[in-house]
């Protein structure tokens, strides 16, 4: 397997707990990548970590560099894009300006991104703040698709979306995947199922599984015992 | 009704101060959360810019004088904050309690510094002529600088919404004001952001600081220090980080100052800004907007 992101003894202290107890795992290019666990294991954390937004020690290889030590923006220009678990979009902005925000590359892949979400278009002078949760996620994704990134870290996308929302993403994803390397943090494990290569499984700050998300998630007794479902 | 006229925009003069003054406060703690306690320190530098600039011009006239005098104001408010930013601010970021005690311990260390130099006497500023005459509107006789301050104040006001509506580094502030993290993680060095708030901070404060010199004829080591005081109170009224709603208490507070002071009794104009405060913070809490712009 070739790696675009190897992470190794990864920690994260906020305040005095320990959230990230030397987390371990490669992500290979190309596909998704599913990042799992129950509540509170650490995942957003990780993804957090990976992206300079928690502080964090050990080592986070990308693309053949060591970037633990770098902030967060130089992350992004180096072509890391972030879709963050509560979607972030800026609510006082207009969607055309939460897009406009994230362009990075001469040519945006506009294109793209209205090809995927249509409706942002026809609201694209609607303020971000007054969309629904679901028009608020495509926002949050469009802003990573932007760019031509060759990494996408994005967090739990489907969370408090009603079902139909949720095979949108899901489709959404699997196009994405197509395009660009994807680590996905996601409970639903439907949508991981449907899109996800490689699975990694972190409990209480590390990891505790790593491999092929079919040969995971046909295991019924180790998808109970590890995650706590089915 | 000649008086209430002359209150009202002697009023909304005085509100036009403030706004110059708490426009930036509120910008730099929208954005970076920093409470900027030396932000009276721009204004004394602005103010001492102008009045050392325009002594330094003796035999040239007045108009061309204080043109030039104001002209170094804002550039020397910009850089002074500018360099603040780089040098005191940056190190310190998300360290609060530092940031405090760097910015008190600043805003008193340039008051020492200007009366060590000029000594703590009022020093008189000259202006155009025309500044110090008057223009009659419904009876009452307006002093002409009220103008200007309104004027400047309602230039800085459009200038600033059009650079936070039209430019990129516009929306980075007003992004930045909402979710700073957010904005690191679209690929944006925020820090420059933070550098150019507290320029255009310091520049609207020093253009605060001449026009002070305008409305009182002289400059004073204490100005920057006493008006500081009343922008804040501007700024928590407003709301923490907006635009508008400092433009809205800036005018409240200098109105209710004029009329207290005029029609309850000289020197309760102080005391009803702060019972006002206490009043809007009770019906209020994050201020009359407690969103940005």
Avoid: C
């Amino acid at each position: 397997m070739t790696a675009l992101l190897s992470v190794s003894d990864l920690h994260v202290y906020l305040g005095e707990s320990h959230i990230l107890q030397g987390v371990d795992f490669e992500v290979a290019d190309g596909g998704v990548t599913a990042i799992l666990g129950r509540n509170g294991v650490g995942k957003t954390t990780t993804l957090r970590a990976l992206m300079g937004l928690a502080e964090r020690s050990g080592s986070v290889v990308y693309d053949g560099s060591e970037i633990a030590a770098t902030p967060t923006h130089r992350i992004v220009r180096r072509g890391v894009g972030y879709v963050p678990e509560d979607r972030d979009v800026f609510a006082g902005l207009t969607v055309e300006e939460n897009l406009r925000l994230a362009e990075r590359d001469e040519e945006p892949r506009y294109d793209l991104v209205h090809d995927l979400f249509p409706e942002l278009k026809q609201r694209a002078k609607q303020p971000a703040g007054t969309l629904s949760g679901g028009q608020q996620q495509m926002v949050a994704i469009a802003r990573a698709l932007l760019n031509d990134n060759r990494l996408l870290l994005v967090d739990e996308p489907t969370k408090g979306l009603a079902p139909l929302l949720v095979a949108e993403v899901a489709r959404v994803l699997e196009r994405v995947a197509e395009l660009t390397t994807v680590v996905l943090v996601e409970q639903n494990l439907g949508v991981v199922q449907r899109v996800a290569r490689h699975a990694v499984v972190i409990d209480t700050g590390r990891v505790v599984h790593a491999g092929p998300a079919r040969d995971l998630l046909a295991d019924q007794a180790l998808v109970h015992r590890l995650l706590g479902v089915g | 009704m000649s008086t209430f006229v002359l209150l009202t925009i002697t009023g909304l003069g005085l509100g036009a101060l403030y706004f110059l003054i708490a426009s930036g406060l509120s910008l730099i703690y929208g954005l970076m959360g920093v409470l900027n306690f030396a932000h009276g320190a721009f204004l004394t530098v602005g103010a001492y810019a102008m009045w050392f600039t325009e002594s330094k011009l003796n035999g040239v006239a007045v108009l061309p004088r204080f043109l030039l005098g104001s002209l170094v104001a804002l550039v020397v408010g910009a850089l002074f904050a500018a360099l603040v930013e780089l040098v005191l601010i940056r190190p310190l970021y998300r360290r609060h309690i530092e940031q405090v005690l760097v910015t008190v311990g600043l805003g008193l260390a340039t008051t020492a510094l200007v009366v060590s130099i000029w000594g703590n006497d009022a020093r008189s500023v000259p202006a155009p002529t025309w500044l110090g005459e008057t223009t009659t509107v419904l009876g009452a006789h307006i002093p002409n600088d009220r103008w200007l301050l309104i004027a400047a104040a309602l230039v800085v006001l459009g200038g600033l919404e059009a650079f936070l509506r039209r430019t990129r580094y516009g929306l980075i502030i007003r992004a930045g004001v909402e979710n700073r993290a957010m904005v690191t993680a679209l690929g944006i060095d925020v820090r420059r952001a933070f550098t150019l708030v507290f320029a255009i901070g310091g520049v609207a404060a020093a253009l605060a600081g001449v026009l002070s010199n305008v409305y009182f004829s002289t400059v004073d080591p204490a100005r920057g220090t006493s008006l500081l005081i009343f922008a804040f109170i501007v700024v928590v009224i407003g709301g923490l980080g907006s635009l508008r709603g400092t433009a809205a208490a800036a005018i409240v507070v200098g109105l209710v100052q004029q009329y207290a002071n005029y029609y309850a009794s000289t020197g309760l104009g102080d005391l009803s800004v702060v019972l006002l405060l206490g009043l809007v913070l009770l019906a209020r809490p994050r201020g009359l907007s407690g969103s940005f712009a």
